[in-house]
């Protein structure tokens, strides 16, 4: 079966430009998340969608937007890139989005866009 | 709000030596933890999972975890180490709605 899939893999842009990153979930599953991992640094959170909802934002600028697609792709879009913007971009999908209690279903992660910002 | 705490940002272990990985957590209610291994230029690889049923986790290629509720632990262990474990592992706290807090990893550099 076919992982998580991602791209562009690598991409390299200028300060200001904007940018469009690619998800496509592995099948079946329904939520998307997306993550920035900075060089040396965890991956911190951004988005999470589940039926084509937004169901979570992390503490990011509103130049980050993402949507998800009918066929629950998504797209990572951010406008008025920076310099600190320079980072691993990481999708990650699960089967659902987990309520307050029960258990968390794992989330699979693609390989990621590496953005340059110059 | 979650959070995860990794000491030792760089741990160095020779190979056939045990492994440790020290993870505490910080929630508000019954967290699901994990620990992902990412190997260079490679994607994020689950190891384990802890969702409240045993506290002794054992995952892949021999790692294990036990949760500590006492301690707000969750500590990554394997008894022999590799060479091909060598790689970046962190700790992740999961909020009940699938985000994911993770921790700033732990670079383990396997000597011969």
């Known amino acids: ?118 | 709000a979650q959070s995860v705490t990794q000491l030792d940002s760089h741990v160095s272990v020779s190979e056939g030596t045990p492994v440790l990985l020290r993870c505490n957590y910080s929630s508000s209610y019954s967290p699901s933890l994990f620990w992902y291994v990412q190997h260079p230029n490679k994607g994020l690889q689950l190891l384990l999972k802890y969702t409240s049923a045993a506290t002794l986790v054992k995952g892949i290629n021999g790692f294990e975890a036990e949760f500590k509720k006492s301690e707000t632990s969750f500590h990554l262990t394997k008894p022999s180490a590799h060479m091909s474990d060598a790689a970046e592992y962190f700790c992740v706290v999961s909020d009940g709605n699938n985000r994911l807090a993770f921790g700033k990893g732990n670079q383990v550099v396997v000597i011969p």
């Open chain 1, 1 to 118: 079966d076919a992982g998580v899939t991602q791209s562009p893999t690598h991409l390299i842009k200028t300060r200001g430009q904007q940018v469009t990153l690619r998800c496509s979930p592995i099948s079946g599953h329904k939520s998307v998340s997306w993550y920035q991992q900075v060089l040396g640094q965890g991956p911190q959170f951004i988005f999470q969608y589940y039926e084509k909802e937004e169901r979570g934002r992390g503490n990011f600028p509103d130049r980050f937007s993402a949507r998800q697609f009918p066929n629950y792709s998504s797209e990572l879009n951010v406008n008025a890139l920076l310099l600190g913007d320079s980072a691993l971009y990481l999708c990650a999908s699960s089967l659902r989005l987990a309520g307050l209690v029960g258990p968390s279903y794992e989330q699979y992660f693609g390989p990621g866009t590496r953005l340059t910002v110059t």
